[in-house]
């Protein structure tokens, strides 16, 4: 036997909540339904505990019909102000659910709950209180936050999403990177923590290696849950080019996509300023001693690699995928911001290149690649498609980390790239390094203009048709010309064998 579970309705609570809602959001003019539904509201919260967003917005309601009664007075903007206080605690405490306490801001901002509305709050509890403009303005917008949030999810239920239609895995997408870039956060402030004070690491249970290991469990249930969507609908947006389904007898594959994919959601994460990219005014750079290339500061270093050890030991792929999405930010831009970011990229590669203990690290092999590498002015949200690309058999290398920065570094094929994989090639690998490079700059930039105004009057030549004049200075036809010979507008160069602009892999062992 239990005891009796005490709710505030008489009725079922559907049939009262929709009652008490129709009353409260009444029109603004019908003043006697809303004092109703605030009779009703007081009687479920003397009964018993009422749901909190019920009580909120019966402050919200009750300041406003104040307002229509006393008008422009002092009382009505502490009632005002003292609704809205309740009205954010309320709903941000629910969500205060981890060890340490987060900021009011970070967990609004994971919700939903306008910002604005935080800073308002912030506002009635310390400094002078709103105006009544403002006062009003914010009420409303609270009122429909909840209606939008809690009255309508809990009178019309949504039917269970179609898990047919990729689309409807978004939601659950854009939560796992909330979640990831709040562990990041405070992960940071843990190790900054750390840096300070040396005697938390020698506590029994140091607050940074809980952090480390809700990092692998996040990585690891959000695989699952991808991999479980993939096997209930034998198909997922992980695998796209004619990759493998789970139906064929591809479920390895499938589980080692869905960890890259959920990897390089985490990489994205780590590549935004303030995490691997230190912010603007911590970003010092400095010359490494063995060779000419940035390196970072000890201190950015020690805060950040052993979270990078730790995920590499857990998932061994996670090392080249964060490889090659340094290399493409390492490519640089023409802004200001990108040729910093790139620097801060190409200094990282270097350290996970030379330093102990990533020059013995082991590197497993047909580790997935970004279909759309990461650039440093936009990094994806949430990078999916992915394809198992062999890299190279790098097991019987000394420094498989370091062939796999180079290997990423010349397929970028930028001056500043192929400088860093000249700089960290040793021995037998410079050499063909530097005939790459060699054969690169010594390029012939061939005139194509000419030869393809020559085809084109060729060509009209043949149909019977008068030569178009050509333009002395470029060798091009005039406009006019008929496109008999020229490449559609989309056609990249290829090398033989690859598709759809894709490079094969430069260096072989």
């Given at each position: ?8 309705f ?7 909540l ?6 409260l959001?009444?029109d ?28 909120a ?8 019909l ?6 422009a ?5 502490a009632a ?5 206080v ?10 205060q659910t ?16 306008p910002?604005?509305?935080?800073q ?26 909840l ?8 009178l ?6 179609d898990?047919a239609?990729?689309?409807?895995d978004?939601?659950?997408?854009r939560?796992?990177a ?22 938390l690491?020698?506590r ?46 591809g479920?390895?594959?499938v589980?080692?996509?869905?960890t ?9 994460q ?9 912010p603007s005014k ?31 030991a857990?998932f ?35 350290h ?6 990533y ?25 999916e498609d ?13 420094a ?11 397929e ?20 063909r390094?530097?005939a ?10 061939h ?21 178009p ?19 559609p ?7 033989i064998?690859?598709?759809d ?9």
């Amino acid at each position: 036997m239990r005891l009796p579970r005490r709710t505030p309705f008489y009725a079922p609570a559907s049939e009262e909540l929709a009652y008490v809602h129709a009353l409260l959001y009444a029109d603004a003019g019908d003043i006697e339904s809303q004092q109703n539904g605030l009779q009703i509201t007081r009687l479920w919260m003397n009964r018993t505990a009422c749901p909190q967003a019920v009580e909120a917005t019966a402050l919200l309601v009750q300041a406003r019909l104040l307002d229509r009664v006393a008008g422009a007075h002092e009382g009505t903007r502490a009632a005002y102000s003292m609704s809205l206080v309740r009205f954010v605690n309320s709903i941000v405490d629910s969500f205060q659910t981890g060890m340490y306490a987060q900021s009011i801001g970070a967990i609004a901002e994971r919700i939903g709950l306008p910002q604005w509305l935080v800073q308002v709050r912030h506002s009635a509890t310390h400094e002078e209180l709103p105006s009544l403009v403002v006062c009003r303005d914010a009420c409303a917008l609270a009122l429909q936050w909840l209606d939008q949030h809690y009255w309508q999810p809990t009178l019309s239920p949504a039917p269970a999403p179609d898990m047919a239609d990729a689309d409807d895995d978004d939601g659950a997408k854009r939560e796992a990177a909330a979640a990831v870039a709040q562990l990041l956060h405070t992960f940071r402030a843990q190790a900054q923590a750390m840096a300070r004070d040396r005697s938390l690491a020698l506590r029994h249970s140091p607050p940074l290696v809980k952090t480390v290991a809700e990092l692998e469990q996040w990585v690891q249930g959000e695989t699952a849950r991808r991999l479980a969507y993939a096997s209930e609908h034998g198909r997922t947006p992980l695998l796209a080019g004619g990759g493998p389904r789970p139906d064929e007898g591809g479920v390895n594959d499938v589980a080692l996509t869905c960890t890259a994919s959920v990897l390089m959601l985490l990489t994205t994460q780590l590549l935004l300023p303030g995490a691997l990219i230190p912010p603007s005014k911590e970003r010092v750079l400095s010359e490494r001693a063995d060779c000419s290339i940035e390196a970072l500061s000890d201190e950015h270093l020690a805060l950040w690699d052993p979270l990078v050890r730790a995920l590499h030991a857990a998932f061994p792929i996670f090392l080249p995928i964060l490889i090659q999405a340094l290399a493409q930010v390492a490519g640089g831009g023409e802004k200001p911001k990108e040729r910093s970011y790139a620097a801060v990229a190409r200094a990282w590669l270097a350290h996970l290149s030379l330093d102990a203990p990533y020059d013995t690290m082991e590197a497993t092999l047909d580790v997935p690649r970004w279909r759309q590498p990461p650039s440093a002015s936009s990094l994806p949200a949430a990078p999916e498609d992915a394809e198992a690309v062999p890299l190279w058999d790098v097991t019987q290398c000394s420094a498989p980390l370091r062939r796999i920065v180079i290997q990423h570094a010349m397929e970028v094929g930028v001056t500043s790239t192929c400088a860093l994989a000249q700089a960290l090639a040793e021995g037998e690998l410079a050499a063909r390094v530097a005939a790459l490079i060699a054969l690169r700059e010594s390029e012939p930039k061939h005139a194509h203009g000419a030869a393809l105004g020559e085809m084109e009057a060729r060509s009209r030549l043949l149909r019977g048709l008068d030569a178009p004049p050509v333009d002395e200075v470029q060798g091009e036809p005039a406009a006019s010309a008929l496109e008999g010979w020229r490449c559609p507008a989309a056609w990249r160069p290829t090398p033989i064998g690859c598709l759809d602009g894709q490079q094969p892999p430069l260096l072989l062992p």
